[in-house]
């Protein structure tokens, strides 16, 4: 039937001879629209990169101020370690020299703020001499600072892990000096100790924002102080943390924008490692305060060039009519494709679909098994096809009529239906009162389990039937499996035989029972499924 179209009115036959000036002021509002976004999009983004650049020089210059008290700090400490092995050295540990040593170490201490404590060790790990007010017995040999003097005959400084202190139960940095005997032997352990909690108080002068972050590490990746400071992170080994990465792929210094490993938030960190002392120290600023500033900005300016964008686009509500017309011409074409498309739906389900049963048809069959075929070989994994029809059909017909022999066959075939679990399985009519079912990647055990459950479910169904000597409809069905594997070459006609050779040897044997590819009768072979 041709489509009828409404009759032109005087506004629709106006738009369409402005059509070209409408069209050309669109593209123009569009353009203009574009560049306006486009415009506050790059200048946003230059914000943006420049907010991070001032950050990053700022982030850098923290660091080495940063690294340059570590250093000052740690040469304080070592310079008063040296005097204290120089005395050692030269004095001895006499009962005199000690009290001297004794009074300066206290001196040393009280008037140094970087230092804890000082303290003296002998070749045991015994205590010899400390800056503090009581005596104390111990030994110390165990400590980590004093095993790599024993083993170590290095007369540099040695900046250890951090520890608790046995004396004042403080975390501490230990800073030691081996002390030698004149033949160059080991003698004893020089300490100087800088309470961790120094460091808090020197880096909280800082600004590094809210969720910033310094920190201060051994080179091995043990950490001595983190900010915001917490007692479980000092000694933690960071090693694997995203710093540490950049420290071994970018060498002594760097700045990136990395995610924590400890906290997982975004920060920029600066790092600086220590030219002469195996420490490193970073700095770092949220990458979410770093940018509050500008997205706050950029979000008032978008919010301005939306609200411009929006009166521009008002402009063109002259054109309204014109997209009112084309929506009306275009729903009136999509209901024509919609009835179109539900025809051929209609067409489809005729050509693929039996009239009788609702169920598919022998065409639709076998182009599914050549399919499914052609699966399973590229695949490799089993297809089974279970053919079957209804015993003593033709007596049915005979003794009811064929009305009541097409109720039937749809009774077996809604049976059928309703005993296919799957998706992908198909029932088909292959022709009379034969049936067939396609089970794509169903073995030869679960063929036979199908089969019977139909064949139970069609006998319940209680068909009179008098010819048959249960007095029911029954059915009797073949299954066979085909495995296929890459390079066979299947053989659809040959796979249907094989069904049909396994249905008529159930008939050959009574009838109302499934024989399979399993079944050990005495019947004759079944031929091979040709490859």
């Not at 300016?301 to 521009?312: E, G, I, N, P, Y």
Request: one cysteine or more; a positive charge.
């Amino acid at each position: 039937m041709p489509q009828q179209h409404p009759a032109p009115t005087p506004i629709s036959s106006l738009t369409a001879k402005k059509r070209p000036a409408v069209r050309y002021a669109i593209r123009v509002l569009i353009l203009f629209c574009a560049l306006l976004v486009a415009a506050q999009g790059w200048s946003a983004w230059t914000a943006r990169q420049s907010r991070l650049a001032e950050n990053t020089a700022a982030t850098s210059n923290m660091a080495a101020a940063l690294a340059a008290q570590a250093e000052s700090t740690i040469r304080i400490v070592d310079t008063v370690l040296a005097g204290v092995v120089e005395r050692v050295e030269v004095d001895g540990i006499t009962p005199a020299a000690s009290d001297r040593l004794r009074s300066h170490m206290r001196n040393m201490v009280s008037e140094v703020k970087e230092l804890n404590g000082l303290f003296v060790y002998g070749a045991d790990g015994s205590w010899l001499v400390t800056s503090l007010d009581r005596p104390i017995a111990g030994n110390n040999a165990d400590r980590e600072y004093f095993q790599y003097h024993l083993h170590n005959r290095s007369r540099a400084v040695h900046i250890g892990k951090p520890i608790k202190s046995r004396s004042s139960g403080l975390w501490i940095l230990p800073v030691s000096r081996r002390i030698d005997r004149p033949d160059g032997s080991f003698a004893g352990v020089a300490l100087g100790t800088i309470q961790i909690a120094f460091f808090a108080e020197l880096y909280e002068s800082f600004d590094v924002g809210r969720e910033g972050v310094v920190f201060l590490a051994r080179d091995d990746g043990t950490l001595i102080y983190r900010r915001p400071f917490s007692e479980k992170l000092v000694g933690r080994d960071v090693s694997r943390g995203p710093v540490f990465q950049m420290v071994r792929s970018s060498g002594p210094m760097g700045t990136a924008m990395l995610r924590s490993q400890i906290d997982g938030v975004t920060r920029l960190y600066s790092y600086r490692r220590l030219d002469k002392l195996p420490l490193i120290v970073a700095t770092a600023q949220s990458k979410h305060e770093i940018l509050a500033e500008w997205q706050q900005s950029t979000l008032l300016l978008s919010a301005a060039t939306l609200l411009v964008v929006l009166l521009l686009v008002g402009v063109g509500a002259r054109l309204v009519r014109q997209i009112m017309i084309r929506d009306l011409l275009e729903a009136e074409l999509r209901i024509a494709e919609e009835h179109l498309q539900e025809r051929n739906q209609e067409l489809t389900v005729l050509a693929t679909n039996d009239g009788l049963t609702g169920i598919a048809n022998r065409r639709h069959f076998e182009e599914s098994l050549c399919l499914e075929l052609k699966r399973a070989r590229r695949t490799g994994a089993p297809l089974s096809l279970v053919l079957l029809d209804v015993d003593f059909f033709k007596k049915y017909n005979d003794r009811y009529g064929h009305v009541a022999g097409d109720d039937c066959l749809r009774q077996v075939a809604a049976a059928l239906q309703a005993c296919l679990a799957r998706p992908t399985d198909l029932a088909a009519r292959y022709g009379g009162e034969e049936f067939a079912m396609i089970l794509p990647a169903t073995g030869q055990v679960g063929a036979r389990y199908v089969a019977e459950r139909l064949r139970l479910a069609v006998m319940d169904l209680g068909i009179a039937h008098a010819d048959n000597p249960l007095g029911t409809a029954t059915i009797s069905a073949g299954a066979c499996t085909f495995h296929g594997a890459p390079g066979d070459n299947e053989d659809p006609e040959t796979f249907v035989m094989r069904a049909d050779a396994l249905l008529y040897r159930a008939k050959a044997n009574g009838r109302n029972r499934v024989c399979t590819d399993l079944d050990n009768t005495g019947a004759a072979p079944v031929p091979p499924l040709a490859m």
